[in-house]
């Protein structure tokens, strides 16, 4: 009944367990800030709408919008300029264009595993072969290079990475930004680089992919940083050569973004970056809170995450992911099981601590009585 390539994807695992869950349960599982968007953000929406901005725009977004963006990145490499800049559907979207405008039928394409749901699936989506190389946690989530060498065939086309990661919380050190770009150098690939939490970092910086090569796609969004997951608005930066080919992949998906929601998110570039800094502080200390907390529960042990907000213990109880994702559930906690982030997020969970501290508190204190059942049976 449907093509071939749908029945090769599968619902994301993270909103199965979202969808399974009762409305009272400690929500640990979905990636998305408990903050509302800035003030001045919902305020120069509603101007918006009622000033008339109510039509098509342009394709690759609205100018002002796409040059407030430019520089930003200016400040990576002075020649970004608006050509550089496509306004899309959230990273989400952006993503899906770069796998429709890059990847052929049969191209290999590198992709983190543990890593976001989406990878593999839109290289499944347009007929490409997703490839998964290991971020390991006894490796701080870090790429092992020789594995990535031994990876790479004729076909291979691209890497997809992802610093701050969804689900690790690992950032990765400029050496290893170096390395991976000397990487795709030597074997020719382009580099699509995931930088949506790029803002969200605990320890020191997130280095971009752009401006340290012309092989980077970077595709950025504003729902974790400006809060607004629900609005879906983001963007992509790409060599100037290659915006118009993206940009006519983009039209054909979604003609243009929304007019009225680029408006409202320049008012909030305009106003700085304090609610997102803000936001970064509460995220650190809950990141700080969630640390010392599964430190007592027994069977468990996590890498501290340098960004984003999650965290991916890893558990030794004898139970797959599933099955400890669904237990906890069935105890009032939502968390994800970590092998829907690929294989070897097996033995491990997924909690994001974009949750409010007491339900930080009273989902990892479930966890703790579980940890002591799970351990003592
Ligand atoms: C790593 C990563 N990339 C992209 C996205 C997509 O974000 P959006 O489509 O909301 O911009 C997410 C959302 O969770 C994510 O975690």
Known sequence: MVARRVSSIDISGIRKMFEAAPPDAINLGLGEPDFEPPRVVVEALARA???????????????PLRDRVAEQYAAKDRTTSRENV????????????????????????????PGFVLYPSHA?????????????????????????????????????VNSP??????????????RLVAFADRHDLMIVSDEVYEQIVYDGVATSFWGRTDRAIVVNSFSKTLAMTGW???????????????????????????????????????????????????????????????GTVPGLSAVRPAGAFYIFPSFTWPRS?????TDLLN???????GDAFGSLGAAHLRLSFAAARPALRQGIEIIREYGESAGAA
């Not at 709408?49 to 100018?63: E, I, K, Q, V």
């Not at 959230?90 to 052929?104: C, I, K």
């Not at 408006?263 to 997102?276: F, I, K, Q, R, S």
């Not at 992911?321 to 994702?325: D, G, K």
């Open 165 to 178: 990661s969804n689900p690790t919380g690992g950032v990765f050190p400029r050496a290893v930004v170096d």
């Open 321 to 325: 992911a599933r099955e400890v994702a």
């Open 124 to 160: 499944r989506l347009v007929g490409a072969v997703p490839v998964p190389y290991s971020l390991r946690s006894d490796r701080k989530f870090l790429p092992d290079f020789e594995e990535l060498e031994q990876l790479v065939t004729e076909r291979t086309r691209v890497i997809v």
């Open 331 to 337: 105890r009032g906690v939502i968390t994800t099981p």
């Open 86 to 113: 496509i306004i899309t559907a959230g990273g989400s979207e952006a993503l899906m264009t770069v796998a429709l405008a890059l990847y052929d039928p049969g191209d290999e394409v590198l992709v983190p595993n």
């Open 49 to 63: 709408t009622r000033d008339g901005m109510n039509h098509y725009g342009p394709s690759a977004g609205l100018l």
């Open 232 to 294: 879906r608005i983001g963007y992509l930066v790409a060599d100037r050569r290659l915006t118009p080919e993206l940009n006519k992949v983009h039209y054909h998906i979604m003609a243009c973004p929304s007019t009225p929601l680029q408006a409202a998110v320049l008012a909030g570039l305009e106003d700085g970056d304090g609610a997102t800094r803000a936001m970064v502080r509460e995220f650190r200390a809950r990141r700080d809170l969630v640390g010392r907390l599964l």
